[in-house]
């Protein structure tokens, strides 16, 4: 017997020096059989029409299975016994089985990157996985949701300013298309690292809604909030009022400009309003920039009224940042931070799927998108914010 495996071997050495790696996925089947076949033999304590006295059982023939393994799509001959309980299944098989959930979860990864199922399953194709069905690249995602749900939950810690946004992705529900309010945080650590708190799922961002969110991140450990940037919203603004009392609020500027933009009443304001407002953004101290939103206001009483009255009314939420050192402003001023690194790419890689057929697969998506973020700006060399000025 130990003749006939050598040959078996010299001929699976033989095939792939002729096949190159192109032949893996035939040598990896063949030795995989042999393993199978040599586990069993020890499990029935006697090779094959070997007659001994501790022999446990008899070998049944063999059932063939399929299995999915980076070296391609293994048709393996699974070996079967009789007359023992319980009966043989191989040990190689069930490391097979983690090799090929490490395939599944490559797949998952190219999905949740924006790739659709069906081309995963080109791709995967080409490098012999036949098997895998788009359902099945599907199915793959979902292996991802025990990290992903960890993630979401992971304790949080200290973070003296927070960035919160909102955007609307579709998903099914029932059969029905309906809007999904992707809520979304970061924080900015004492060290000056920017990172994600956390992503909520809701029907809208009505006050319970972002108060469920925010009391999520409070049971999970987040404290020392000082200060908040958002745009305004009458359930975010609700919310963070019940939640965080004592954190100040900076109305994002970036959004109070294009607001502006929209209440102005000419083509020539419009134009122009923009460059006025960074002007009061960019004063040096509070005073100045009050000031210069007087002169503002005023300029714009006898030909524009309605909207001197709004930039007297909104204008002032977007000046709280003087509260703190000059050198921090520019990087707490606007939602700029989560608009541009999260908003924007969750849209980059939702466009593709348009209608997310549940809320499973929407979250999913959403929050292995955050991960990768949030694992590049954990890097020493990422830091956001120097809380301590530069000549300090």
């Known amino acids: ?57 008899y070998a049944n023939g063999f059932k063939p299975k399929k299995l999915d393994t980076p070296a391609g799509t293994l048709t393996l001959d699974i070996p079967k016994t009789a007359g023992i309980e319980p009966p043989f299944y191989p040990a190689s098989l069930e490391r097979g089985r ?20 069906r081309d995963v399953e080109a791709v995967l194709a080409e490098f012999g996985l036949e098997s895998l069905s788009s359902t099945q690249v599907s199915r793959a995602a ?10 979401r939950n992971r304790p949080l810690g200290t973070f003296p300013h927070l960035f919160l946004d909102a955007r609307y992705e579709k998903q099914r529900d029932g059969g029905v298309v309906r809007d999904a309010a992707v809520l979304s945080a970061i924080g900015i ?11 909520s799922l809701a029907s809208s961002e ?27 919203h009458a359930g975010l603004g609700a919310a963070r009022k019940a939640v965080l009392p004592g954190a100040l609020w900076q109305r994002c500027q970036f959004h109070l400009a294009q607001n ?6 000419s083509a020539a304001i419009r134009k122009r309003i923009g460059a006025e407002l960074r002007n009061v953004w960019n004063a040096a101290t509070r005073d100045a920039a009050e000031q210069a939103l007087k002169s503002l206001v005023a ?21 709280t940042v003087f509260a703190f050192p000059e050198h921090t402003r520019r990087r707490l001023r606007t939602a700029n931070p989560i608009e541009r690194a999260i908003q924007q790419e969750i849209k980059r890689r939702t466009a593709k799927i348009r209608v997310f057929p549940s809320r499973e697969a929407l979250l999913r998506l959403v929050t292995a998108i955050l991960v990768e973020i949030d694992e590049e700006w954990a890097a020493p060399s990422r830091i956001y914010l120097n809380w301590q000025h530069q000549d300090d």
């Open 142 to 151: 979902k292996l991802l949701d025990e990290e992903l749900e960890a993630w």
């Open 299 to 319: 300029g714009y009483r006898s030909n524009a009224a309605d909207l001197a009255i709004w930039l007297e009314r909104n204008v002032p939420e977007g000046l």
């Open 206 to 232: 009505a006050e319970l809604h972002w108060r469920a969110f925010l009391d999520s991140l409070i049971a999970r450990g987040l404290r020392g909030v000082v200060s908040i940037t958002s745009d305004d």
């Open 260 to 265: 502006a933009i929209h209440h102005a009443p």
């Open 1 to 57: 017997m130990a003749d006939a495996k050598d040959t078996t071997i010299t001929t699976i050495m033989e095939h792939l020096l002729e096949q190159g790696p192109g032949g893996m996925a035939d040598v990896f089947t063949s030795l995989f059989n042999i393993a199978m076949r040599l586990e069993r033999e020890r499990f029935l304590c006697a090779a094959h029409y070997e007659r001994t006295d501790g022999r446990r059982g």
């Open 189 to 199: 650590d004492p060290d000056g690292n920017r990172r994600i708190l956390g992503v």
């Open 98 to 117: 983690r090799s090929s959930r490490a395939v599944m979860l490559a797949a998952a990864e190219m999905y949740v990157k924006g790739v659709s199922t």
